[in-house]
């Protein structure tokens, strides 16, 4: 199906109408500035034009808010972002919050009382590694669903006395099949006669090789309750991430996406946002789903307002004029106008959805009713 005119196409990418119908002649189409394109061939063309273009469902792509790719040499390293799963019980938001617990800023300031949906863990020697603090799959699923990948790896927590479980296995299926890596988290060893090399042999039937038994997933035994080896699973970490050498422009208008948001009753819309590239600056013009603001606040993990944040930091934005989804796409744009322009498309775009889907479902009753 066509999903934007040759013309809007330009618009999105502020290039001119006669280029992009210059490329599609290029690509084989023949298309007229007001004719429209389908989403692979808007895909392609934006890619020629060297912009990013987010793929929001199988027919239709996300334009005009990515700006074109960061170059390699303005990239540099940056934090992990890391989600948890696993079976329910196992230890998910027990692991996390101990986690949490061992950020040695937070120590110093005398606990943590902020609960956002994200947080960052600051190591001994500088390093940070960035929790999702939202575990549950269905949270996972729905912004994959989006199109949105904010996760760098998932570390799967199974009870070694309980074993894999379907919800592990649902785990490591979605990790596959977002091309993440997984790391073990043992759970529980602190009970008595648990056998944690039974999880071991038990993943290698769900093609999860651990290390020990000659594969590359590494495999930390730990206590959520005791805090046991929590230094090693951080270790375990920053080692994957390594590998995966994960990067960022720092030096450009901040992009990146929405974990969770609410309407404060004092505070209005909040949204949870993961900066996952360029640096996010009080004062500028957000882009959020279909919602935009000039950003009033930005409120970081451990409750402290900050003027910028750069790449893999998770905080707390207000400003919006509404509340956005989450795993909607923020950006920063240059203006106001901008801004609206972006907000007023893709509340168009939301409400033909809408009706379409009001359309079939008017479909189907009559189907039933006949
Ligand atoms: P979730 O459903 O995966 O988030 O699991 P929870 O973190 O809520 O933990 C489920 C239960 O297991 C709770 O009663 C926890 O106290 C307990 N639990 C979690 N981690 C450990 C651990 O390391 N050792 C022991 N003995 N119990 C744990
Ligand atoms: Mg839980």
Do not use: C
């Amino acid at each position: 199906p066509e999903v934007i005119t040759v013309q809007e196409l330009a618009n999105r990418m502020a290039a001119r109408g006669g280029e992009v119908v210059k490329a599609l002649f290029r690509m084989g189409v023949m298309a007229t500035l007001t004719q429209s394109i389908d989403a692979d061939t808007a895909e392609l063309v934006v890619q020629e034009f060297g912009h990013r273009a987010r793929r929001v469902a199988d027919n239709d792509v996300e334009l005009g808010l990515v700006g074109p790719a960061d170059a390699d040499d303005t990239m540099t390293p940056r934090p992990p972002v890391v989600t948890i799963m696993g079976h329910v019980d196992h230890g998910k938001t027990s692991l996390l919050d101990a986690l949490r617990k061992t950020d040695v800023a937070a120590r110093e300031a005398g606990g943590i009382t902020q609960h956002i949906g994200a947080y960052q863990v600051n190591l001994p020697d500088g390093e940070r590694v960035t929790f999702i603090d939202t575990p549950g799959h269905e949270a996972f699923t729905a912004m994959r669903a989006r199109g949105a990948s904010v996760t760098d790896m998932v570390v799967l927590v199974v009870a070694a006395d309980d074993g894999v479980m379907p919800q592990t296995i649902e785990a490591i299926r979605h990790a596959k099949a977002a091309n993440v890596p997984l790391i073990v988290a043992v759970n529980k060893i602190d009970k008595p006669g648990v056998n944690p090399a039974r999880v071991q042999q038990e993943l290698l039937s769900h093609d999860v090789v651990v290390e020990d038994l000659g594969g590359d997933t590494q495999v930390v035994l730990v206590s959520a309750k005791e805090g046991t080896n929590l230094d090693k699973l951080l270790e375990a970490i920053i080692l994957q991430a390594e590998v995966l050498d994960l990067r960022a422009a720092v030096d450009r208008p901040a992009e990146g996406t929405v974990i969770e948001s609410r309407l404060d009753k004092g505070r209005g819309p909040v949204a949870t946002v993961l900066v996952q590239r360029g640096t996010l600056r009080q004062g500028d013009i957000v882009v959020a789903g279909a919602e935009w603001g000039r950003l009033r606040a930005i409120v970081d993990d451990k409750a402290k307002t900050v003027k910028e944040v750069g790449p893999s930091a998770p905080v707390e934005i207000l400003g919006l004029s509404g509340v956005p989804g989450a795993g909607d796409v923020f950006t920063v744009v240059e203006n106001e106008a901008r801004a609206r322009e972006i907000s007023e498309f893709r509340t168009a775009k939301l409400r033909e959805k809408a009706v379409a889907a009001l359309g079939a479902g008017r479909g189907t009753l009559a189907e039933m009713l006949a």
